[in-house]
């Protein structure tokens, strides 16, 4: 592996340069408060820690030309970094052999991202840009590993795909949406453009109920199912063969019960 080019130091974070910051003014307050009994024990931390802020704190590039290298210097070792770097589901789902992956290239790379975050804080300084020297911004996507057999297996979603500009739905919408079809709601953002467009032009036409009911009927809400459930609570119950014997066979046996009941003698 060739030197580095640039120190490898940690720097501070610019939300570690604001706690130090505060700190050194928390401390310079304590030396004038005249109820501090031990004064000197509190100019020594804070001589501490204004030295180490002075060592660690960014520094802006010099000049441009300073400026150049560096930039040039980061997207070289970035190159270089992400070589058989991890990827995102790798990380999250720990397949089989993405421990091992992870410590190998952390080895081969420890020192590059070293001098690559202590560029990029150096190039950021004086900003609040947090993520400058976050190397999970650059972490691919893709797996080279088998995930089969992950630790985390995760979920898959497949979204349709859409021709031009989404339809979206507004707040009132949704929710008669969920009115009307709770299932159908959920199952919006699965839809495709053309399917999300008939839903929003259904529920335009909401205030009238017989347009609504044809529109179901002709399958655009895509519950033909539910509609054919609502009919059949609709319509006359249905007895089967065995149904209707069994029912012959009880009014039977009650009617012969009652005639003889009624042949019975009464008691004087």
Do not use: C
């Not at 008939?198 to 335009?204: A, F, G, P, R």
């Amino acid at each position: 592996m060739e030197p580095a080019l640039f120190p490898t130091k940690p720097l501070y974070r610019p939300d570690q340069v604001t706690g130090v910051q505060d700190e050194i003014k928390s401390l310079e307050k304590k030396l004038d408060n005249k109820f501090i009994e031990d004064k000197g024990e509190v100019q020594r931390q804070l001589a501490r820690v204004r030295k180490d802020f002075e060592s660690q704190v960014p520094r802006a590039p010099e000049n441009g030309e300073e400026e150049g290298r560096m930039t040039h210097r980061a997207k070289e070792l970035l190159a270089e970094i992400t070589v058989g770097m991890p990827s995102q589901e790798e990380m999250r789902k720990a397949p089989h052999g993405a421990v091992d992956k992870h410590i190998k290239w952390e080895q081969r790379n420890k020192r590059r991202i070293a001098e690559w975050k202590h560029i990029m804080l150096r190039l950021t300084a004086g900003s609040n840009e947090r993520d400058a020297a976050n190397l999970e911004r650059h972490r691919p996507v893709g797996s080279t590993l088998n995930m089969d057999s992950a630790f985390i297996p995760g979920r898959q979603f497949f979204m349709p795909e859409t021709a031009g500009a989404a339809v979206v739905f507004s707040e009132d919408q949704i929710a008669m949406l969920r009115a009307l079809d709770p299932a159908l709601a959920e199952r919006l953002s699965t839809l495709t453009n053309t399917q999300r467009s008939d839903v929003k032009e259904i529920l335009s036409v909401r205030k009238q109920p017989e347009n609504l009911e044809i529109a179901r009927a002709a399958g655009k809400l895509g519950v033909e199912k539910r509609e054919a459930r609502r009919k059949t609570k609709r319509a006359k119950r249905t007895l089967t063969p065995e149904q209707k014997q069994a029912l012959i066979d009880r009014l039977t046996a009650a009617r012969a019960a009652k005639v003889a009941k009624a042949k019975e003698p009464q008691q004087e």
